[in-house]
């Protein structure tokens, strides 16, 4: 695939690709959920986003593909308010966060996160997949990973990254 630079020198993106979105629905609980998807970086309202959301609320970051520098700067602000006034549990952050995560302390603010995607590695189908996996699995396996399974054979797959990975949980899952 062959890239276009821009006048500005950047390297052009398709349509929506530079696009934060987020679907903001009323959940059974009475809170709110907020599923972000997209990119988290210089272009993205995050403030927007969260303008017309009160109360407490659930963030799920499955589908966040990408953040950068000028992201987190403008996302850390925007937790630190909305979880010093409400309750804020985010789950499912995206593999590219955790490194975020795991470099920048108060990231979340004082929001809770319960659950990450992992890379693990499945010898038996030589497959590599994204895995949910939460903070009480953490928890159970002394920080480390978790075991699991392959969801195409049962067989018992790979932890696929470096040590460490799981370290936000310890400042970022206190409340």
Known sequence: MRRQIGEDGRVKR????NTLRAKVEQA??????????GAIDESSDLDGVFAKVTG?????????????????????????????KNRVVIEEISYGFVFNANAVANLFGAARVVSC????????????????????????????APAKRCAKCAAPMDFDELEGYFSFFKTSSAA
């Open 117 to 144: 995607a992992a890379p693990y590695y499945c010898p038996s189908c030589k497959d590599h997949v994204m895995v949910k996996v939460t903070l009480d699995e953490v928890n159970a396996s002394s920080g480390g």
């Open 56 to 84: 407490d609320m659930v963030i799920n970051m499955k589908d966040v593909e990408r953040v950068n520098s000028m992201g987190v700067h403008m996302w850390i602000p925007v937790m630190a308010r909305l979880s010093a």
């Open 28 to 37: 059974s609980s009475g809170g709110t959920r907020v599923t972000l998807s």
């Open 14 to 17: 398709g349509p929506g690709s």
